[in-house]
């Protein structure tokens, strides 16, 4: 029988104090076609294998110096976690001088005298698991440092990631939230910034599955909220901007289920969008619970011309609050598989005593019903407070000027005709050419406020004709803003023109801003009228009280206000 070519380079360390039967069984492994190393006794055995590190040891049991079984355990320890065979040749039969070869790391018997046959069997057979076992930490070794390899490039996308989705700047007065991650990435985001009028939009995002596959659609998602909320875009448009990438980069089958709001905490108003995610809830000072539905698809599954981005308008009073949550809170389950429901959720909303004690309340419920079964999903939380701004508020992003503008007097016109009222907000645009302006980057938040609502009283109330006091309780709020869409979408002539004028000198400047409409215009003396409700007649009373000036000409549909603004504000 030839052994074949890989089993002639087979190493074998032969330890026997006979050397009749040693000499032998070298005589028989060479024949094999195996290298052979040859020992007397046990300490010759030890210092064999620790200088030549042998495939497979032959031992003898009974030694002098040092016996097999002290032998076989010095080379155990020396292999390590190395598969290094051992077969003790022995002539003993009894049943504990067995079981004491096994217990001194021995792995077979050989017993006297020798048959080739079987010899070679066992040889080829240990060998083999020998050669497996070297591959299998081969393997090992291999996967921890591509493991630690994935980590490392784990953690640096999760710098990036963290860095891109939490880059809004927000009043934590008025929002809380709580998001916890199933895998290091987040399949759930929460975006929110504050817009240069002083609203806050926030966008809470559920994509499908979970880590970094989810993930990944964050990133377009949270550069192109934050980047549009920062240059006052509306709500809609933001929403179809970022259902569009979506749609355009994510594959079949990966969307985001999601709800968008903007509070507006000087009307009291909230727009809501809900794309799939669970219902919000509005709770109400009096305690009841309103509960406002997803009646939209997610974002990333249609088009933009099928993507509707129509949200709906609610009113808020100071201290009432609203909560929203990703699926991950209604399907967390507890030991035995039952998922925690809306009904629980529900339940909370009940029991409290102390609305701001709520959002703590809800999070303690869910983590205590789960308890420490298995997560299923990824859970987010957040609260929304109806809250007055405070004294101290600073349009978050805005800049200290350092140098005064390059361009000290300038002059722009900018007139909206009919078939873009329906669809098109010149704010951002208009605001985007003031914000180039040093001195007035501070004043973003105060100019957005000017320029919005002298330009919603052109359109509203000057080209559509629309009146405030139908706005004198939610009912007619609502009615109001289903009339403005309907004229905006019917009109076919008409004009809504704004003509900024700035100027510098020495210690600041002004600027200019005239909105005239083609609306038969009003009586001046009417417009600081008291209308009696919360809802109407505040407009132009609150661009007078933020302006230096404010003039109403011709027939009424011509107003001009002055804004200056000084170096050290």
Known sequence: MHPSKDERLITVLVADDTATDRVILEAILRKQGHRVLSAQDGEQAVE????????????????????????????KSIAGEELVPILFLTSLTDTDSLVQCLEAGGDDFLSKPYNPVILQAKIRSFFRMRTMQRTMLEQRDQIAQHNEHFLQE?????????????????DAEHL????????????????????????????????????????????????????????????????????????????VGLFCCAAMVEMNFRKNTVRIWNGGLPAAYVYRKDGRVEQIKSTHLPLGVLNNKKFKADPALITMAHGERLYLWSDGIHEARDADGEMFGEERLLAAFAKNQKPPALFDELLQNVKTFVGHGQK????????????????????????????????????????????????????????????EV?????????????????????LEHGVLGLDSSIKDDPEGFERYYQLRRERTQAI??????????????????????????SGRGFVPNERTEQTGNEYSGRGLKLVESLCDALEVRGAGNVVAATYCWHTDD
């Open 154 to 170: 784990q953690t640096v996308a999760k710098q990036v990631f963290d860095n891109i989705t939490s880059g809004g700047h927000v």
């Open 176 to 251: 809380r939230y709580y998001l916890s991650p199933l895998a290091v990435f987040n399949g759930d985001v929460m975006v929110a910034s504050t817009t240069p009028a002083g609203n806050l939009m926030v966008l809470l995002g559920d994509f499908t599955g979970h880590g970094l596959p989810a993930a990944i659609g964050a990133m377009p998602l949270a550069t192109t909220f934050y980047g549009m909320v920062d240059k006052g875009f509306a709500m809609s448009d933001i929403l179809a901007e970022i259902n569009g990438k979506l749609k355009s980069i994510l594959p």
């Open 492 to 517: 076919k002539e008409g004009y809504v023109k704004i003509t900024l004028a700035h100027k510098t000198h020495t210690e600041g400047g002004s600027l200019a801003i005239t909105v005239a409409d």
């Open 438 to 458: 040093p001195g007035l980057r501070n004043h973003s938040g105060t100019l957005y406020t000017i320029i919005s609502e002298l330009y919603t009283n052109a």
């Open 376 to 435: 299923s999903d990824d859970l987010s939380l957040i609260e929304l407070l109806m809250a007055p701004l405070s004294s101290a508020y600073v349009t978050p992003g805005a800049e200290q000027a350092t140098s005064q503008s390059q361009l000290a007097e300038w002059s722009l016109v900018f007139e909206v005709k009919p078939s873009s009222f329906a669809i098109f907000d010149p704010l951002p645009l208009l605001l985007s050419v003031l914000l």
């Open 48 to 75: 064999c294998f620790r200088t030549e590190r042998p495939d497979i040891v032959l031992l003898d049991a009974l030694m002098p110096k040092l016996d097999g079984f002290d032998a076989a355990r010095q080379i």
